[in-house]
């Protein structure tokens, strides 16, 4: 919205002073043709001042909540943006550091519902896009010194074949055994 320029309101208080009088309304003991010019012209002009005074002081009110505002709201988006600290690819994964009163607040909220958990190594939480559900994602919070659901799989997986290798080899000695019985 833009201001009003104080020329254009103090012309307009004028027209409406002006108005009021020449339809007879007066102000005080008379109308404008009971009045002396010179104290009407006086009077007009003292009204159309403290009216500007007023507004005056109106819109630097107006300005100063507009600043405290702006203000609030500079603070909400520091509040709400996290500060990128760091970012780089190491072995294939991306190390990046963040820092911000959202990001600390986010901190707190994820350790807690670690601890809350009873997980030893990590916790995951499904989640989908507002905008498509077939749009999903697992983010897994865990420990830094656990053992990721990834390694976790590695090892379950090698001990696994290690422990079908041991199996066949064992069938294959025990196959080597009874056919060495059958000759003997």
């Not at 709400?80 to 909220?109: C, F, Q, S, W, Y």
């Not at 519902?113 to 919070?141: H, I, K, P, Q």
């Not at 090892?155 to 064992?170: G, K, T, V, W």
Request: hydrophobic share 40%; aromatic share 4%; with cysteine.
């Amino acid at each position: 919205m833009t201001p009003i320029k104080q020329e254009e309101i103090a012309a307009a208080i004028e027209a409406l002073v002006f108005s009021s009088y020449s339809h007879g309304l007066g102000v005080g003991d008379g109308t404008l043709s009971q009045m002396e010019p010179r104290r009407s012209a006086e009077a007009r002009l003292a009204l159309t001042a403290a009216i500007l005074s007023r507004l005056s002081a109106a819109e630097a009110g107006r300005e100063a909540h507009r600043e405290q505002l702006q203000e609030a709201l500079d603070e909400i988006d520091r509040l709400n943006d996290p500060t990128l600290k760091h970012m780089r690819l190491e072995n294939g994964e991306i190390n990046m550091a963040v820092a911000g009163p959202m990001v600390e607040r986010l901190a707190l909220a994820m350790t807690a519902w670690f601890r809350e958990s009873g997980a030893e190594n990590y916790v995951e939480m499904n989640l989908n896009a507002r905008d498509n559900s077939d749009d999903r994602y697992c983010v897994t919070v865990q420990k830094v010194w656990a053992k990721s659901p990834h390694q976790l799989r590695a090892e379950a997986e090698a001990a696994r074949d290690s422990a079908l290798r041991e199996r066949d080899e064992l069938a294959h000695r025990l196959k080597a055994l009874e056919a060495s019985h059958e000759r003997s």
